[in-house]
């Protein structure tokens, strides 16, 4: 079987958001494969790892930086990768347009997202593809076994978890708790110098992206920052409890 | 026309059904479009359902169906899509829960639509629809433009002022629906029930993480702190991880996003995913051990110190 992993770089959880022309600026900020995809590409490694015949491409879409994602992703094991070089941002509905046409090209029948991506806090891709492919889908799944071709697991609902059965193909979003990716080591890291990257053109997916981004602002709320010291914890239990009923208004 | 597909739980129309009926009033509002509301329930023994949200729309549309027992986003995406072609929808606003914005894309597909996630305003003008969306794990506001006859929109909970329900009830019909077979099998669930209020239509919510120490240390100070205020509960990935808290209880990126009046944040030190769960809180409490916790950064009030020795202190003042 043949499975692809989706991956984007993003900007890492811990560096600050800077924004230049409207829109976000990345130049010089610490960039990452989304920890969320991280999930995905491990959950394919250890499908192979238990004895399934897999091959596994990581795919992404931007432009030519998000190679190093990329080859993140074969430096903890995947097999090739593909990029879909475009300086345009687009959004997961148009993403999913390119994802879908490389699935049926590559005859893939599993398909592994990151449950919310970090960068446009979107859950949109694993769904527009699966309805492209005419596929099934399974989101934020938090544990995986595949017999055959039968998908079992559980994931989150609105309310608590379900336990699921579904036939492939399927497209499958990871989040953290599924399982815990490794780090590439060293000679990993050498041996994916090696691996295949295919590059193509986005001009040959047909994509025409139906959202606009206009603007961006980092709006940071005014806070009150009343930090009050707690050694005497009587004396700021009621300080506090005197600012909420008081000052705040927030409580009875 | 617009498309509202209703969400609702236990019987009762969801907070966040009321709050798309404000959105999509407000988006409509000098649009010069046709801002009638028509509202779809889709489930089995939803009578009441529909009755209740008949009060604050146009129309009802009803799909009581057996089928329709277990929500599938293949089952959903499949009826909403035929129903806003049928209606000939300009708009279909579906919530912006964990299943919504799972079927929501599907429906955008199958419509050839613009797809805009999890918005915090909405504004109409002929057929261009503009958005505000929070990205970047909620550090940073977008705004989104779409030109399309026909768009789909989630809305993000807790945003929208809910609508009131009005004295006369709408009309109601049922529909038919061709439905696919759903592929995904559920074989088992496992549901937390709670007797407080839900966690995202609380107006205070009390959180705790590692810094309450254990299991019986969150029921000690969270818990009591939260039923001492008529609170909703709420918990960090490092503690639902840590097997103390279900995992419906977690706030953050993994978890649930919350927007409530107050949010007090007990031995949460604050970590960015956690943030963006909810940062956007009217007003933050913390409470922590660390002065340096980043949580400190984003709240309003807050005592840096012992949770063993402050919660207790706190109760017994709120008692006073």
């Known amino acids: 079987m043949r499975i692809l992993t989706y991956i984007r770089q993003v900007l890492d959880a811990e560096e600050s958001v800077h924004i230049a022309n409207h829109a976000v600026a990345l130049e010089n900020s610490k960039l990452v494969m989304d920890t969320m995809d991280e ?7 250890r499908l192979r790892e238990s004895g399934i015949e897999a091959e ?54 599993l398909i592994f997202s990151g449950g919310q991506q970090a960068d446009w806090d979107s859950h949109a891709l694993a769904a527009a593809t699966a309805e492209r492919l005419q596929w099934p889908q399974v989101t934020w799944t938090s544990a995986l076994e595949l017999k055959g ?43 994916s110098k090696k691996k295949e990257m ?55 | 026309m617009i498309l509202v597909v209703v969400e609702y739980a236990n019987g009762k129309v969801s907070k966040s059904t009321w709050e798309m009926i404000t959105a999509a009033q407000d988006s409509a509002k000098d649009s010069g479009r046709d801002a009638s509301i028509t509202a779809l329930v889709l489930g089995s023994n939803v009578a009441a359902i529909a009755a209740e ?32 072609t049928e209606g000939e929808a300009s708009l279909v606003l579906i919530g912006g829960s964990r299943s919504g914005r799972e079927y929501s894309p599907r429906v955008a597909i199958k419509l050839d639509a613009p797809l805009l996630e999890d918005v915090i305003t909405l504004k109409a003008a002929g057929e261009t629809l503009t958005a505000q969306r929070y990205t970047y794990l909620a550090r940073v506001t977008e705004t989104i433009e779409a030109a399309a006859p026909i768009a ?13 329900p009005k004295a006369e009830s709408a009309e109601q019909f049922d529909v038919d629906l061709s439905l696919p077979t759903p592929r995904l099998k559920i074989t088992d669930k496992t549901v937390e029930r709670t007797s407080r209020v839900g966690l995202t239509e609380a107006e205070i919510v009390v959180s705790g993480g590692r810094g309450v120490g ?59 995913q956690h943030l963006s769960g909810m940062n956007k809180s009217k007003t933050i409490v913390a409470i922590n051990r660390d002065a340096e ?28």
Not at chain 1, 231 to 238: I, R
């Open chain 1, 39 to 45: 999930y995905g590409v491990e959950e394919a490694l």
């Open chain 1, 56 to 109: 596994i491409v990581a795919v992404a879409v931007g432009p030519a930086r998000v190679q190093d994602a990329l080859r993140t992703a074969l430096a903890m094991g995947a097999d090739r990768a593909i990029h879909v070089e475009t300086d345009i941002r687009l959004d997961a509905i148009a993403v999913s347009k390119v994802l879908s046409q490389l699935a049926t090209q590559e005859q893939a029948t």
């Open chain 1, 149 to 191: 071709t039968t998908l079992t697991g559980k994931h989150d609902a609105d309310e608590g978890s379900e336990f699921f059965t579904l036939e492939l193909p399927a497209v499958v979003t990871t989040q953290q708790g599924l399982n815990e990716p490794r780090y590439p080591t060293l000679p990993n890291i050498m041996k």
């Open chain 1, 198 to 252: 295919r590059k193509e053109s986005l001009d040959q997916f047909g994509v025409t992206p139906k959202l606009k981004f206009v603007t961006a602002e980092v709006q940071v709320k005014d806070r009150l920052n009343k930090i009050l010291d707690g050694k005497d914890a009587p004396a700021a239990a009621a300080q506090l409890v005197d600012l909420l009923r008081n000052e705040a208004r927030v409580i009875a």
């Open chain 2, 53 to 84: 949200v008949a009060k604050a729309v146009d129309q009802v549309l009803v799909a009581d169906l057996p089928a329709l027992t277990q929500y599938d986003p293949e089952l959903w995406s499949a009826a909403v899509a035929q129903i806003a």
């Open chain 2, 152 to 164: 789909v929109v989630t809305i993000k909970p807790g945003v929208f002022n809910p609508a009131t």
């Open chain 2, 214 to 272: 254990s299991a019986e240390g969150f029921t000690q100070y969270v818990e009591a702190l939260a039923d001492q205020l008529g609170a909703a509960v709420g918990a960090t990935r490092a503690i639902v991880d840590a097997g103390w808290r279900p995992y419906s209880e977690q706030v953050g990126q993994t978890g649930k996003t919350v927007q409530p009046k107050t949010y007090i944040a007990i031995g949460i030190s604050g970590a960015v």
């Open chain 2, 293 to 320: 916790a980043p949580i400190f950064k984003i709240a309003d009030y807050g005592i840096v110190g012992d949770v063993t020795q402050l919660i207790p202190a706190i109760l017994t003042e709120l008692k006073k």
